[in-house]
């Protein structure tokens, strides 16, 4: 089992709507989490982090944590095409170890 | 955020000669970084961890004496690809651990090394 696990994709929303971006982790020690975006040709972005249960937001960005479902979440409102890229979730483990899904690819049709 | 400071950005290099690339945070002192090599349309594949003063360490299947880390100070890493091949062409990328900001990783803005 990866350490951690998103669905690669890809995800096509239209202009405006709602993308939802999932991610499950296997660490139950794990205290930090991570979203991050990557355009293609360039290198990831730090989008949001967020270290407790609940929802965080943040402009149009929002993430969401379960831990107890081992569950992170990010939700971009009102998705724009400049959206379009692959995002990253991460995790830092009990041991410090930082741990990277194979990233989500997201496409906003205009 | 957070800074980190890769450069080169494209570098070009003769088959059989070697190329070094560096990494610097900026604004915070990094005891760990790591870096990373990615394919077209592939995931991001970490290649080792650079510890501040110690030896770095290594993924399965990359060979350390192909890929030489050095971590001398607490705001560079370096990592030179020795007897470069075509099929080192890739893109590169360093990212450095922020202790102080509950251990964010931030990313360099990667290197792309062709060698002809």
């Known amino acids: 089992q990866k350490e951690v696990e998103q669905n690669s994709g890809p995800l096509s929303v239209p202009e405006g709507a709602i993308a939802s971006l999932n991610c499950t982790y296997s660490?139950?020690?794990?205290?930090?989490f991570f979203w991050y975006r990557q355009y293609s040709g360039k290198s990831p972005e730090l989008i949001m982090s967020?270290?407790?249960?609940g929802d965080k937001e943040d402009g149009r960005f929002t993430a969401q944590l379960n831990k107890a479902s081992q569950y992170v979440s990010l939700l971009i409102r009102d998705s724009q095409p400049s959206d379009s890229a692959t995002y990253l979730c991460a995790v830092n483990g009990w041991n410090n170890q930082f741990y990277f899904g194979t990233g989500t690819s997201l496409t906003v049709i205009p | 955020g957070a800074v980190v400071s890769q450069h080169p950005s494209r570098v070009i290099c003769k088959s059989g000669t070697s190329v070094k690339i560096e990494c610097r945070s900026l604004d915070f002192q990094a005891t760990t970084m790591f870096w990373y090599r990615q394919f077209p349309k592939q995931s991001l594949m970490l290649m080792a961890t650079s510890n501040e003063g110690s030896k770095a360490t290594y993924e399965q299947g990359v060979e350390k004496d192909k890929f030489l880390i050095n971590h001398a100070s607490l705001t560079l890493s370096t990592l030179t690809v020795t007897s470069a091949h075509p099929e080192d062409s890739s893109f590169y990328i360093c990212?450095?651990?922020?202790?102080?900001?509950?251990?964010?990783?931030?990313f360099g803005e990667g290197s792309w090394l062709t060698v002809v």
């Open positions: 967020i270290y407790s249960n």
């Open positions: 660490d139950r020690g794990s205290q930090s």
């Open positions: 990212s450095a651990r922020d202790r102080n900001s509950g251990n964010t990783i931030y």
